[in-house]
Each structure stands twice: as structure tokens, then as C-alpha cells.
């Protein structure tokens, strides 16, 4: 996984599901711009990638959705693949992650790993944390899935994966950081991943039209 930087002046986070595919979060994509760009660094760390200077691909084409809300909101459709101009998942690069649809039997199990680069924090490269279970999940629209949990994150973490291992050497993405819902009497601030079975198809419509 790795940074995404975009020409609006923000960044986010965002994991390689392909040869040249990248999923990120829906709102980190900067829709509204003429001249877009974004710019993906694999292990970004204090200003390049750990793999190497200039070990890094701008983003060609995108589809996915644009959930159009205000900052910190969050949907469960908000999610995008990014087409790379370099390759850099193969397998004798740096490989990627597989997906896999959410099962709400899973719920409560301490299973999620969840990565990204939050703003203002005084390192500058990736959190990971461990054992996430999940709270609870809400259907969405366009196939989405919101995904609730209470793992550590903020601004930066948007689009970093939540995934879990399916065998030693089998990590799959079910979704990527969205947001938060506000406090309620239930179960107060809540943080919301973007998972379901549009994600699934979402990626694999990119494997198989952007190879």
C-alpha cells in the first residue's frame, strides 16, 4: 500500500488489488478538476518510497464514484480504481493484494488490519493497526457496504485498506477507510470503511479492461 497525492493539495492512502491497479477511496479522487492528476508512492516514507527514489506512478484513468459529501462524512459506495502508467503489482515487482466481499457473519471477530497515512501526526509514514473487529454493517447504493468499526483513524486514512489474511500468503482487501458517522445514543462516533460486493466487481472490471 502506499500515499496518494492529488493536485487539489490533498492526500490519502490507497493499496495495489492488480498489475497496474490501484483502489483508494472514492473521495480522494479530485472529480471536479480539468487538469487532474494523482500520484501514488508505494511505501511512502519521508518524502519517497522505501523500495526506492522514484519508485512511484501517476494514475492514468479512474472509475468509481464520487459520494460528493463533506469532508468526514462517509458512504458505504465511496471507493474508485485507479489505472497506473507504471506496473507496479506484478509479481516480480511488487505483487498486490487480493479483494474479497464482506461477510456480516464476521462481525465482532478481531480479524481487520487497517493501513494508511493519517495528517498530523508526527511520523511520516504509515500507521498499521491490528485486531480491528467490526461493529456493524449497513447496506448502501451502488452495491456498497458500510462497514463500522472503531479502528484508529483520521484524515490521511481515507482509502487505506481494511484486510485480513486468508492463509500465510493470501491477504484480501474488504474495503477502504470512508469515514465517520456522527455520534449517536447507541453506539456514539462510529468509523466507516466502504466494502461490498460493488468493490469486488469494481476491481475486477479493472483487471479485465486495464491489465
Known amino acids: 500500500m502506499g500515499k496518494v497525492i492529488n493536485n487539489e493539495g490533498n492526500h490519502g492512502s490507497g493499496a495495489l488489488v492488480g498489475n497496474r491497479l490501484l483502489i483508494t477511496a472514492g473521495h480522494v479522487v479530485p472529480w471536479q478538476s480539468e487538469q487532474w492528476w494523482m500520484r501514488f508512492v508505494p511505501a511512502y516514507y519521508n518524502g519517497q518510497s522505501l523500495h526506492g527514489a522514484g519508485v512511484q506512478s501517476f494514475v492514468s484513468d479512474v472509475r468509481g464514484f464520487n459520494p460528493n459529501f463533506p469532508g468526514g462524512d462517509s458512504a458505504g459506495y465511496d471507493w474508485a480504481v485507479c489505472r497506473l502508467y507504471e506496473p507496479l503489482g506484478t509479481a516480480d515487482r511488487l505483487g498486490h493484494f487480493g479483494t474479497k466481499k464482506y461477510d456480516p457473519a464476521w462481525n465482532g471477530k478481531p480479524w481487520w488490519n487497517n493501513m494508511g497515512y493519517p495528517i498530523n501526526m508526527w511520523f511520516v509514514g504509515a500507521s498499521l493497526q491490528g485486531g480491528i473487529p467490526v461493529l456493524d454493517t449497513d447496506d448502501d447504493i451502488n452495491g456498497g457496504l ?13 482509502g487505506g485498506p481494511m484486510f485480513a489474511f486468508f492463509g500465510e500468503q493470501d491477504p484480501r482487501i474488504t474495503a477502504v477507510q470512508s469515514g465517520f458517522q456522527a455520534d449517536d445514543e447507541d453506539m456514539g462516533r462510529i468509523n466507516v470503511a466502504a466494502g461490498g460486493p460493488g468493490l469486488n466487481r469494481l476491481v475486477a472490471w479493472g483487471r479485465t479492461n486495464w491489465p
Open 146 to 158: 458500510e462497514i463500522e468499526h472503531r479502528g484508529d483513524t483520521t484524515k490521511g486514512n481515507s
